[in-house]
Structure formats: C-alpha cells, structure tokens
Nanobody, 127 residues
Framework: QLQLVESGGGLVQPGGSLRLSCAAS????????IAWFRQVPGKEREGVAC????????NYPDSVKGRFTISRDNSLDTVYLRMDSLKPEDTAVYYC????????????????????WGQGTQVTVSS
C-alpha cells in the first residue's frame, strides 16, 4: 500500500529557502496527482501546491504564488516543494497527499480529493 514520507522541514530565517521532499514507500507515485498542504493549530488545512501525475500542470494559491515551486521526479518516486522568500506566516506543518488520477493533467488543492497522506514535516520561519 502506498505511503508518503515527507522530509526537509526545519527552522529557517525570514527570506530564506527550504526544499521539502515527498517520497513514496510501499508503492509508486507514478499514477498519482500530488499536492502539498499546510496546517497550523486551530486552522483548516490549506493547499499550497499541486502537480499532475505527468508534471505538466501545477497550481498555487495567491498566498504562495511566485515563491513556492512544486516539481516531481517520477524516476525517483519523489515530489518536491521548493519554498523561497519564506515568511513567518509560512510556519506550519506541511503534508503531502496523493490521489490516483486517470487524467494526466489533473491536480487540485482541495483537501477533500486526497486519500493518501504523509505524516507531515514542521517548517518554522523565525529570526
């Protein structure tokens, strides 16, 4: 059964960068659209990036557009989230999620569509 494992979180100063990884375990990401979400205590989980299974379609909310970049390497069964110009308000637990997709170009940042989730990695942006 496919499991997702996030890594790469940590403490970074405002304006800094991090790259998160989402790796497949027990299966493959090849057939799945993948999205990254984040959550802070007391708030709903927020989608920050999605990528279609062929990598040809991506989508970002305005809050991160131009600062975050999602990519995937299907040969490594890994999806990445590059985060630049980080702000304190980006502090959250970041999760990757997957859903098998029949459409090669489908992706969404809607949390309700995903059925496979990682355990999360903490990102803290602070001086």
């Amino acid at each position: 059964q496919l499991q997702l494992v996030e890594s790469g979180g940590g403490l970074v100063q405002p304006g800094g960068s991090l790259r998160l990884s989402c790796a497949a375990s027990g299966g493959t990401l090849y057939y799945s659209a993948i999205a990254w979400f984040r959550q802070v205590p007391g708030k709903e989980r927020e989608g920050v990036a999605c990528i279609s299974k062929d990598g040809g379609n991506t989508n970002y909310p305005d809050s991160v557009k131009g600062r975050f970049t999602i990519s995937r390497d299907n040969s490594l069964d890994t999806v990445y989230l590059r985060m630049d110009s980080l702000k304190p308000e980006d502090t959250a637990v970041y999760y990757c999620a997957g859903r098998t997709a029949s459409n090669n170009r489908w992706c969404t940042n809607n949390v309700d569509y995903f059925d496979t989730w990682g355990q999360g990695t903490q990102v803290t942006v602070s001086s």
